[in-house]
Each structure stands twice: as structure tokens, then as C-alpha cells.
């Protein structure tokens, strides 16, 4: 059974850093490409970035580029989101993913609140 648990979220005030991480059990972590999403309140799911199987390639979305870090630790299973200078508008429920075959695989998800 696939699972995937988020954790360190928290509260943090603007200007500040956090690393959230995913650890991955049933399935082969190394073999897939994995994203990282968020959803803020009133606002659709969107897509963070993503990482490839091997971790050498990474894709981010404009809005976190050169503040946010995804990174894999293949042997530990492990998906972590490295973010710095946080925003007011990075607060959101941050989600790990992966889609295999058209079947998407969230976590439970993890808050992060920025605040002033």
C-alpha cells in the first residue's frame, strides 16, 4: 500500500525557513518522480516542483525559485522541501505526490503558516 507521510510544518514568521519532509513506504521511491503541492486557503492545488528519480533534476514553479530546495535521500525514502525567505503567501497545506499510470498518491499534508 502506497503512503506518504508530510511532516515539519509549523508556524513561521516572514523571512524565515522551514524544511518539510516526506517519507515514502510501499512502493520503489527511487524509480519515480516526485512533486511536492500546496493549497492555500480558497485557492486551488498547485504545484510546488518536482524532483527526478535520481534527484539530479529538479523543476520549480516561478513563484519559489531560488527560495525553495526539493531533495530526495533514495535509501531513507525521504522527500524534503527545503524553503527559505518565506512569504506571507507561502502559507498553505504543503502535499508530497506522486502519479503512476494516471492514479495520483497524496500525503496527508502538513501546514505551514507565515506570518508578519
Known amino acids: 500500500q502506497v503512503r506518504l507521510v508530510e511532516s515539519g510544518g509549523g508556524l513561521v514568521q516572514t523571512g524565515g525557513s522551514l524544511r518539510l519532509s516526506c517519507t515514502a513506504s510501499g512502493f520503489t521511491f527511487e524509480h519515480y518522480l516526485m512533486n511536492w503541492y500546496r493549497q492555500a486557503p480558497g485557492k486551488e492545488r498547485e504545484l510546488v516542483g518536482s524532483i527526478s528519480s535520481d534527484g539530479r533534476n529538479t523543476y520549480y514553479q516561478n513563484s519559489v525559485k531560488d527560495r525553495f530546495t526539493i531533495s530526495r535521500d533514495n535509501p531513507k525514502k525521504t522527500l524534503y522541501l527545503q524553503m527559505n525567505s518565506l512569504k506571507l503567501e507561502d502559507t498553505a497545506v504543503y502535499y508530497c505526490?506522486?502519479?503512476?499510470?494516471?492514479?495520483?498518491?497524496w500525503g496527508q499534508g502538513t501546514q505551514v503558516t507565515v506570518s508578519s
Open positions: 505526490h506522486r502519479r503512476v499510470n494516471n492514479v495520483d498518491y
